[in-house]
């Protein structure tokens, strides 16, 4: 069974950065497609970021674009997402999901694993 567990979430200012983090287990991801969605109260989930294992491609949302970094360290199986300028806009629990095929998605639907979500709160 795989896990998904995310860390880094928290409050911050606006402007400010935090870099957010999801460990993955039970399965080797460094060939598959990992990605980052958010969810804000009274909203639906949307797609921030995603990378493809085996190349490296990624994909951003154009709200978080020029931002928000999306890494990952297949040594560790692990996937980051470091988010600079932050805004209050950008409030919102952030999940990680990662999907067997090799290629970005910007789909929730086409992600096999999620995690179970951090908080991101940006004040103004």
């Known amino acids: 069974q795989v896990q998904l567990v995310e860390h880094g979430g928290g409050l911050v200012q606006a402007g400010g950065s935090l870099r957010l983090s999801c460990a993955a287990s039970?399965?080797?991801?460094?060939?598959?497609?990992m990605g980052w969605f958010r969810q804000a109260p009274g909203k639906e989930r949307e797609f921030v970021a995603c990378?493809?294992?085996?190349?490296?491609?990624?994909s951003y949302a154009d709200s978080v674009k020029g931002r928000f970094t999306i890494s990952r360290d297949n040594a560790k199986n692990t996937v980051y997402l470091q988010m600079n300028s932050l805004k209050p806009e950008d409030t919102a629990v952030y999940y990680c999901?990662?999907?067997?095929?090799?290629?970005?998605?910007?789909?929730?639907?086409?992600?096999?694993?999620w995690g179970q979500g951090t908080q991101v709160t940006v004040s103004s």
């Open positions: 039970g399965r080797t991801f460094s060939s598959a497609t």
């Open positions: 990378i493809v294992g085996s190349v490296g491609y990624t």
């Open positions: 999901a990662g999907r067997v095929v090799q290629q970005c998605n910007r789909r929730e639907g086409a992600y096999d694993y």
